[in-house]
């Protein structure tokens, strides 16, 4: 259900603005029934001040231990170098992901697991002087990315979390 891209916007957070298509998918496996893949999404989104559009590289698996989607905002001239030939190592990345793996507890009750990651700069902060801001937005993320989860698997949930 995450790769259809029509529901992206769900569970995205960062997508809530950014309409995404697929530019190109790379298997991760020759059998065809397989959908692992690395992609590269354009979007509608153009890097503020620079007037480049920005894209998203994508890496999507799944399996009967769970599944994961890790994904970095990336700009056009970044992916054009790379793709090019051009030294990856001197590309940076913030990448945001979760993982959902399956959950069975010892009294038979069953569920899922999901662990998330997001990758942020702060501009002209130090750990030890991050603001309630900060914070603040990030809760804000993680329960948009978590609620947008959930009524993708359960889209009768009235809770929301």
């Not at 496996?29 to 890097?47: G, H, K, W």
């Not at 994904?71 to 190592?89: E, N």
């Not at 992901?97 to 009294?107: D, L, Q, R």
Request: net charge negative.
């Amino acid at each position: 259900m995450m790769l259809i891209k029509e529901l992206r916007s769900v569970w995205d957070v960062l997508c809530h603005t950014i309409a995404t298509r697929d530019m190109y998918s790379f298997p991760l496996s020759q059998d065809e029934a397989n959908f692992n893949c690395v992609s590269i999404l354009d979007s509608n989104t153009l890097q503020a001040g620079v007037n480049q559009p920005l894209m998203v590289l994508q890496e999507a698996s799944s399996d009967t231990t769970g599944s994961l989607i890790v994904y970095a905002i990336v700009d056009t001239p970044t992916v054009a170098l790379v793709m090019h030939g051009g030294d990856s190592s001197r590309v940076g990345l913030l990448p945001i992901g979760f993982s959902i793996v399956p959950y069975h507890g010892e009294s038979g009750e069953s569920g899922s697991m999901v662990t998330m990651g997001f990758h942020m700069l702060l501009r002209n902060q130090v750990i030890s002087n991050i603001t309630v801001e900060n914070i603040n937005t990030l809760n804000r993320l993680v329960a948009q990315t978590v609620r947008g989860l959930k009524m993708l698997v359960d889209p009768l949930n009235e809770e929301g979390m």
